[in-house]
C-alpha cells in the first residue's frame, strides 16, 4: 500500500498534539467533488490556513491512486466533534469529479482492514462521521 507521510506541521494549530489511543476508525467522504481534488491537494490544503481556521483535521485521505497521511495514529485530529475524535484516526475518501470512486473505495477498504490489523480495532467499531455528530456524512 503506497502511503506518503506528509505530516501536518507541529507548530499548526490544527495539530494539537494530544495524544490518542485510538478504538475506532471513522470514515469520511471529502464532499468536494471540484476536478483535482484529490489526496494530493487535501494534503496542502490540511497543512493550510483554511484548515487552521476551520478547525479540521484528520489522519488520511484516500484518492484512487494514493493515500496521504497527515498525522500520527496516536495523535488526535478535528473531524468528528469532540466524542468521535478523542476515540478514533479520520480516513477521508475522495469524491473528487476527476478521480475513479470505486478504486478510492477500494484503496480505502485496503487501508481500513490494515488500520483494523494494527490498532486491534474490530469492524464494529469501523463507523461512519455520522455516527458521531449526525452529519450527513459520507453523503
Ligand atoms: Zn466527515
Known amino acids: ?3 506518503i507521510q506528509d505530516f501536518i506541521p507541529m507548530s499548526n ?5 494530544t495524544s490518542l489511543n ?3 476508525i471513522t470514515v469520511h467522504e471529502t464532499a468536494n467533488t471540484n476536478h483535482g481534488a484529490n489526496a ?7 497543512k493550510g490556513a483554511d484548515a487552521q481556521n476551520r478547525q479540521v483535521s484528520w ?6 491512486t494514493v493515500i496521504y497521511q497527515h498525522l500520527p495514529t496516536n495523535e488526535l485530529g478535528w473531524h468528528s466533534g469532540s466524542n468521535g475524535n478523542r476515540q478514533s484516526i479520520g480516513i477521508e475518501l475522495c469524491v473528487n ?5 470505486a478504486a478510492t473505495r477500494a484503496r480505502g477498504i485496503e487501508l481500513v482492514r490494515s488500520m483494523m490489523n ?7 467499531r469501523v463507523v461512519s462521521h455520522q ?4 452529519k450527513n456524512c459520507p453523503s
Open 118 to 124: 494494527q490498532l486491534d480495532i474490530p469492524l464494529s
Open 97 to 101: 469529479s476527476d478521480g475513479n470512486f
Open 13 to 17: 494549530s490544527n495539530r494539537p498534539g
Open 1 to 3: 500500500m503506497n502511503i
Open 131 to 134: 455516527h458521531w455528530t449526525g
Open 22 to 24: 485510538p478504538t475506532y
Open 40 to 46: 494530493e491537494m487535501h494534503a496542502r490544503y490540511v
Open 59 to 64: 489522519h488520511y485521505t484516500v484518492d484512487d
